[in-house]
């Protein structure tokens, strides 16, 4: 950052107010990189209380959906969201298990959909990992997904177990 100082005068700052503009400047530096370090180590403590808290639940919890429902809340201690839908794979259809929202009801969830090529999921196949969409109220492979709203950014993850994709986030 810049720590910058006027004055209506002119000539209104000294070689001795330069130093000590130097030496205060370093002190504010130092500060806000202290700052920065401990928001960031608060930040990755609160994400592996999180991973570990799912660990815990996905051990204790032999319900499906309410093991669902929890793991879909500890992914928003992680990352920031507006909606988020679980969907599982089964051969030419997918189907959407779990949806979680800040504007909407829980009406998709039990929503069959048949695959259509192009689609963003050949894309999650093919990398075989998470992709962003920054623009998503654009982006032509999220297009004929009556399920997927219009935001303006996407993100999306195949979900990979013993080397077959079994559903998306």
């Not at 999180?50 to 879909?72: G, N, P, W």
């Not at 988020?84 to 998709?108: F, G, P, Q, R």
Request: hydrophobic residues 40%; proline residues 2%; negative net charge.
């Amino acid at each position: 950052g810049y720590l910058i100082l006027q004055s209506d005068q002119v000539k209104g700052f000294t070689e001795t107010n330069l130093a000590w503009l130097s030496i205060i400047a370093q002190q504010i530096s130092n500060v806000f990189h202290n700052a920065r370090l401990y928001h960031d180590e608060m930040r990755q403590r609160s994400e592996a209380q999180t991973l570990r808290s799912i660990t815990d639940l996905v051990t204790l919890t032999l319900d499906l959906d309410q093991l669902i429902e929890h793991l879909l809340a500890y992914l928003n201690n992680i990352l920031e969201y507006d909606r988020v839908l679980l969907l599982l794979a089964d051969d030419d259809y997918v189907e959407v298990v779990a949806c979680w929202s800040i504007t909407e009801s829980k009406t998709v969830v039990g929503k069959r959909l048949k695959r259509t090529q192009p689609s963003v999921l050949d894309e999650l196949d093919r990398r075989g990992e998470p992709m962003i969409s920054a623009h998503a109220s654009s982006d032509p492979l999220l297009t004929g997904w009556d399920i997927v709203e219009r935001k303006e950014a996407w993100l999306g993850t195949p979900l990979v177990a013993q080397n077959a994709t079994i559903g998306y986030l």
